[in-house]
């Protein structure tokens, strides 16, 4: 099974305005997967120069099945460049397909990990504003791409699932930008512990209570980056 990284090896000063560097950009047209031949944009491939960015996500990249894939909420996928040692480490024979973009992801992202992102952090990546909305939570389109099913389960239980962001300012944005951290309404809940208490169901009442009133803090930080940037 995949391991948690060590924290130790992973903390971020919170006082620093950086939180973190793409590595790469990926996106994905919609293709035949698995021996059933399912369709799915799971596979992605890297993107040269900037990517321009909409409320939907990246151009060029799709969607195959829009009732739990894509939309504004989901509307780009990141994922920590980090986690793919662990999951090398883990699944060796897999480790052809285990480099950036081998999980789905839009974004690889230096610096920024499961323990650093929040729910509801704005961050702006080039010219592009966005805002942490979830976790990542795979469906059996993962298990195809490895041809494993034990892929999934291991991104549940050791949770180096990513995260999705919302577009709230569309732009462009390419491998080298820096992410900056422009506002972190929610700072007790990282994506780890969303991931723990939450999709783990782990949470006691006033957590997940707790939980329930993030999404209106979240929209208050997006109206604030959304009057910064337009001034």
């Known amino acids: 099974m ?20 793409v590595r790469s950009v990926q996106t994905g047209r919609v293709a035949p997967l698995g021996p059933d031949k399912v369709l799915s944009a799971f596979v992605k491939q890297p993107t040269a120069g900037a990517a321009r960015v909409g409320a939907l996500g990246l151009e060029g990249d799709e969607q195959a099945d829009l009732r739990v894939h894509g939309g504004p909420g989901k509307a780009v996928y990141g994922y920590a460049s980090v986690n793919y ?3 090398v480490e883990a699944f060796p024979q897999h480790a052809a397909l285990l480099v950036p973009g081998g999980l789905g992801e839009n974004l690889t992202l ?4 499961e323990q650093s992102v929040h729910i509801g952090d704005v961050v702006r990546i080039g010219s592009v504003v966005l805002q942490v909305t979830e976790p990542r939570q795979p469906c059996f389109k993962f298990a195809l791409r490895f041809d494993d099913v034990l892929m999934v389960r291991a991104m549940v239980e050791n949770g180096l699932c990513g995260w999705y962001y919302r577009v709230l300012n569309p732009g462009t944005l390419a491998a080298g930008d820096l992410v900056a951290l422009l506002a972190r309404p929610n700072p007790t809940w990282p994506i780890d512990r969303v991931n723990r208490q939450i999709v783990q169901r782990r949470a006691s009442a006033s957590e997940r209570e707790e939980f329930a009133g993030l999404a209106s803090r979240s929209a208050s930080a997006a109206s604030r980056a959304h009057t910064v940037e337009d001034e």
């Open 2 to 21: 995949v391991r948690q990284i060590p924290a130790s090896q992973l903390t971020l000063d919170p006082s620093r305005p950086l939180a973190g560097r």
């Open 85 to 87: 040692a662990a999951w």
């Open 110 to 113: 230096d610096d920024c990990h």
